[in-house]
């Protein structure tokens, strides 16, 4: 990181407890515990959650000069923001937009946000926009790009980045390394954390027929700042990862297999619609908070 | 080698890109089985969201709207919910009950849309504006927007 934390931040007081937050999670990787996404359609949910550790939320849906009250009643509570970007479009040949990259660091700013995160993936090429993310090729040249767009967008942030390996229905073709060797060296190369959707890994290895602990086996775990999960479903002859559907038996198992291997500093549950009773959810992140053998938040 | 060279990888993603959103073909090497159902995957995708900022013309389609939406959008590269939305029901006009034609002409009582699309482009909001319905007109002032009908839809 060249930049502090943030001329920005000196603007507005943040609580004591946030600045503590923050200063821990320099030296080392904070401890976040479990937490929810911050959706508006679910926002009273998440705020009436009595021990919430984190929330995320879309970086793109923040205006940071006027973020949802919600956001800074959770902020002013304690408890830790991230902002989730999902267009940046860090695996784009071209260079990340330096827009884009300073609302992200405004969303982490506005929010006190301990780190903010985005993805392994590009979203956008010649102009056109695939409305998703897409998986880059696993070749050299990939991993320049993604370097170089990494460092150009930690460089302009005020806390570290955490980057998240995506779920991919297809992969490119003539990889020039496999999964864990391109992460891994992506994350030495650039120094950033990692952002692990457990749901991704379990999804990837469902489609292609791995051994998704494998993958577990062979990454810097370590690097983990937190970890997402979420539902999905099969159609079509693929395991979807839609996040609109209840979190599958699989995806808990493989997070007792990780926590087993090491206990990440946080666990977060992704809902992006066609929202269950509060009960359903609540339910959800009892179980998870059970297989990592923390406290229920609920 | 397999590197394809300097810039080649910006060519390859675009052409992955047109592949999956703009009708192009598909670039040698992929499954086309696991990149069809990527496809199909982001037109649903697509139809949720625009679903959501367009309820009434979503209504109108009950269980039908992702696959008349898909069939729509397929080959058409994505301009958003609102105009992908605002595209389907122009194209779709003349067959939407008076509930969605209002949503239409509300929604162009209050934004204005580039003429050609343009990545992640929003519409930008009108000021004031004047639209015909059948059977009333919509009214957009600074703030507010009234529905003036002689029956109501």
New interface residues.
Partial sequence: MTAGPGTGIGRRPMPVVLRRRMRRVRGMIAELGVGIGWRPEIAGFVAELPGLGFTEVIAESVHPDRPWPGLLELRDRGVAVVPHGV?LSLG???PVDPARVAHLAGCAEALGAPLVSEHIA?V?????????L?PV?R????LD?LTANIRRTTAELPVPLAVEPIA???????A?YDEADFLTELLDRTGVLLLLDVANVYANAR?RGADPTALLDRLPLERIAYVHLAGGSEH???Y?DTHTDPLPAGVLALTAELCARRRPPGLLLERD?RYPPAAELRAELDALAATAGLPAIT | MTAPGAGGLAAAQEALVRALVAGGPLPPGFDPVAVGAAERALLGKRAGEVGRAWPELARAYGDGWRDAFAGWARGRPPGGARRDGWGFARAHAATLPPAARRELAVHEACWAHAAAPTAGAEPRPRRLALRRLPGGVVVRVPGRVWVVARRTG
């Avoid at chain 1, 956008?124 to 926009?129: T, V």
């Fill in positions: 267009r784009g040949a071209e590009f956008r090429a010649g102009g056109l926009e695939a409305g998703h897409l090729p070749t050299r040249e990939a790009a991919a229905l297809f992969d490119w073709p003539d020039e489609n079509d002859g693929f979807h619609g």
